[in-house]
Protein backbone atom coordinates (compact mmCIF):
# COMPACT_ATOMS: atom_id res chain seq x y z
CA UNK A 1 0.00 0.00 0.00
CA UNK A 2 1.40 3.33 -0.92
CA UNK A 3 1.76 5.81 1.76
CA UNK A 4 0.64 9.07 0.45
CA UNK A 5 2.40 12.59 1.23
CA UNK A 6 0.51 16.13 0.27
CA UNK A 7 3.24 15.24 -2.64
CA UNK A 8 1.47 12.24 -4.30
CA UNK A 9 -0.05 13.22 -7.81
CA UNK A 10 -3.44 11.46 -6.54
CA UNK A 11 -3.40 14.32 -3.39
CA UNK A 12 -2.28 17.26 -5.38
CA UNK A 13 -5.66 16.30 -7.75
CA UNK A 14 -7.63 15.90 -4.77
CA UNK A 15 -6.31 19.12 -3.28
CA UNK A 16 -7.70 20.25 -6.74
CA UNK A 17 -10.72 18.98 -6.20
CA UNK A 18 -11.32 19.73 -2.79
CA UNK A 19 -10.32 23.55 -3.80
CA UNK A 20 -13.05 23.91 -6.55
CA UNK A 21 -15.89 22.05 -4.17
CA UNK A 22 -15.07 24.62 -1.26
CA UNK A 23 -15.21 27.53 -3.43
CA UNK A 24 -18.50 26.46 -5.13
CA UNK A 25 -20.02 25.49 -1.73
CA UNK A 26 -21.50 22.16 -2.87
CA UNK A 27 -23.72 21.11 -0.23
CA UNK A 28 -22.55 21.03 2.93
CA UNK A 29 -20.36 23.72 5.44
CA UNK A 30 -16.48 24.73 3.95
CA UNK A 31 -15.31 24.84 7.29
CA UNK A 32 -12.05 27.01 8.08
CA UNK A 33 -9.35 24.64 7.45
CA UNK A 34 -7.74 24.20 4.48
CA UNK A 35 -6.75 20.46 2.68
CA UNK A 36 -3.02 20.43 3.96
CA UNK A 37 -4.63 21.11 7.76
CA UNK A 38 -6.81 18.45 7.10
CA UNK A 39 -4.80 16.23 5.64
CA UNK A 40 -1.96 16.22 8.14
CA UNK A 41 -5.10 15.64 10.94
CA UNK A 42 -6.83 13.19 9.01
CA UNK A 43 -3.71 11.24 8.90
CA UNK A 44 -2.93 10.80 12.47
CA UNK A 45 -4.81 7.88 13.55
CA UNK A 46 -4.84 9.39 17.31
CA UNK A 47 -6.98 11.91 16.38
CA UNK A 48 -11.16 11.35 16.30
CA UNK A 49 -13.25 12.94 13.60
CA UNK A 50 -14.87 14.49 15.68
CA UNK A 51 -12.57 16.69 16.94
CA UNK A 52 -11.39 17.36 13.28
CA UNK A 53 -14.92 19.22 13.19
CA UNK A 54 -14.54 21.09 16.18
CA UNK A 55 -11.39 22.34 14.96
CA UNK A 56 -13.03 22.92 11.52
CA UNK A 57 -16.15 24.57 12.97
CA UNK A 58 -18.40 22.09 11.36
CA UNK A 59 -20.83 19.20 12.48
CA UNK A 60 -19.45 15.89 12.75
CA UNK A 61 -22.04 14.20 10.39
CA UNK A 62 -20.30 17.16 7.72
CA UNK A 63 -16.67 16.32 8.77
CA UNK A 64 -17.47 12.23 8.13
CA UNK A 65 -18.91 13.73 4.21
CA UNK A 66 -16.02 15.61 3.83
CA UNK A 67 -13.83 12.37 5.14
CA UNK A 68 -15.61 10.10 2.75
CA UNK A 69 -15.06 12.33 -0.44
CA UNK A 70 -11.51 13.84 -0.25
CA UNK A 71 -9.40 11.81 1.75
CA UNK A 72 -10.89 8.19 2.98
CA UNK A 73 -9.03 7.11 0.05
CA UNK A 74 -5.47 8.16 0.95
CA UNK A 75 -6.07 6.18 4.44
CA UNK A 76 -6.13 2.70 3.68
CA UNK A 77 -10.43 3.18 2.91
CA UNK A 78 -10.91 3.48 6.55
CA UNK A 79 -14.25 4.31 7.67
CA UNK A 80 -14.74 6.52 10.49
CA UNK A 81 -15.54 3.74 12.32
CA UNK A 82 -12.59 1.90 11.23
CA UNK A 83 -10.27 4.61 12.31
CA UNK A 84 -12.14 4.31 16.20
CA UNK A 85 -11.71 0.82 16.40
CA UNK A 86 -8.01 1.07 15.11
CA UNK A 87 -7.44 4.28 17.69
CA UNK A 88 -8.84 2.24 20.86
CA UNK A 89 -6.38 -0.93 19.63
CA UNK A 90 -3.89 1.73 19.86
CA UNK A 91 -4.93 2.93 23.22
CA UNK A 92 -5.22 -0.60 24.65
CA UNK A 93 -1.97 -1.82 23.90
CA UNK A 94 -0.18 1.16 25.46
CA UNK A 95 -2.29 0.83 28.10
CA UNK A 96 -1.14 -2.85 28.32
CA UNK A 97 2.41 -2.44 27.77
CA UNK A 98 2.63 0.58 31.41
CA UNK A 99 0.90 -2.09 32.78
CA UNK A 100 3.36 -5.08 32.28
CA UNK A 101 6.09 -2.61 32.58
CA UNK A 102 5.11 -2.01 36.29
Known amino acids: MTAYTLDHPEVQAAKTKFERTRAHGNGYKTGKLGFDELFTLCSRLSTSLRAIAELDEITPPSMGLKYN ?20 LVRKTKKARRKSAL
Not at 80 to 88: M, P
Open 69 to 88: THFRQFFRDRSGTERRRARL
